[in-house]
């Protein structure tokens, strides 16, 4: 079970939103490298970064960030947020991620998905976004038709490494995960599944330790790391003693 700390980067900086609402910000660090190597320093394993306002234009924004974020870490790192293209993919591969994260090209064109999973095996991830259990695009912005679960399904066998699965009603406001879509989510593929969305309390983190939750890759946390609502050496600790017991 991986803990993955959230670096959102909007205009250089280290910020959360709520509920997905870039007007609803706060600023928690100017120095996204700082807060990165920070994060290495506390023993996590692997770090989720979103270009949020690349999410937005479909394009890279935060690229000298993220770049600064790769120069200054060891651990692997995952990047999503206006990636949308086999250029974009392949570019940000050969700057050293470990592997991108493509939300709304997935709903747009899932063939050039699945390419990219035969291009770049192991290093493509898809982010599904869901509000209301239906997928949100282009930063939110836009809810489709199409259910999260529809959407996963059409990528199985495609080579996938893994979904992130974000529920925005609960994103940024720590109010908990919502563990019964996620565990839905993954039981319904064969795709490994990272929750997303309100990770909020340690209490989250002693029911990732619970046997059901087994069948997750992972979790991200964000704003509960920066407000200090998790104690990041006891969380570590629990999922590392979880890991040992399988």
Not at 106 to 135: H, S, W
Not at 139 to 156: K, M, N, P, Q, V
Not at 188 to 208: F, N, Q, R
């Amino acid at each position: 079970m991986i803990l993955f700390p959230a670096i959102d980067l909007k205009n250089g900086q280290c910020v959360r939103l709520k509920l997905g609402d870039m007007n609803r910000v706060t600023v928690f660090n100017d120095d996204p490298a700082a807060q990165a190597r920070t994060f290495e320093e506390q023993g996590f394993q692997y770090l989720h970064v979103v270009d949020l306002n690349g999410a937005f234009v479909g394009k890279s924004v935060n690229g000298e960030a993220v770049e600064s974020i790769l120069s200054a870490v060891d651990f692997p790192v995952q990047l999503g947020g206006g990636i949308r293209t086999l250029a974009q993919i392949e570019g940000w591969l050969d700057k050293g991620l470990a592997r991108v994260i493509l939300g709304t090209i997935a709903v747009q064109n899932p063939e050039l998905v699945k390419q990219a999973c035969k291009n770049f095996p192991g290093q493509v991830a898809v982010g599904i976004d869901a509000k209301g259990g239906r997928v949100a695009v282009e930063g939110w912005a836009e809810t489709s038709e199409l259910s999260a679960i529809e959407l996963a399904r059409r990528f199985e066998g495609a080579g996938v490494a893994a979904i992130i699965y974000t529920d925005i009603d609960r994103d940024g406001v720590l109010s908990g995960i919502n563990w019964h879509s996620t565990l839905e989510m993954a039981k319904a593929v064969s795709i490994p599944v990272i929750a997303s969305g309100g990770l909020a309390s340690m209490d989250d983190i002693e029911k990732l330790t619970n046997p059901e939750m087994s069948i997750l890759e992972g979790a991200i946390s964000g704003r509960a790391l920066y407000d200090g609502r998790i104690d990041i050496e006891e969380a570590l600790a629990l999922l590392n003693t979880q890991r040992g017991r399988k």
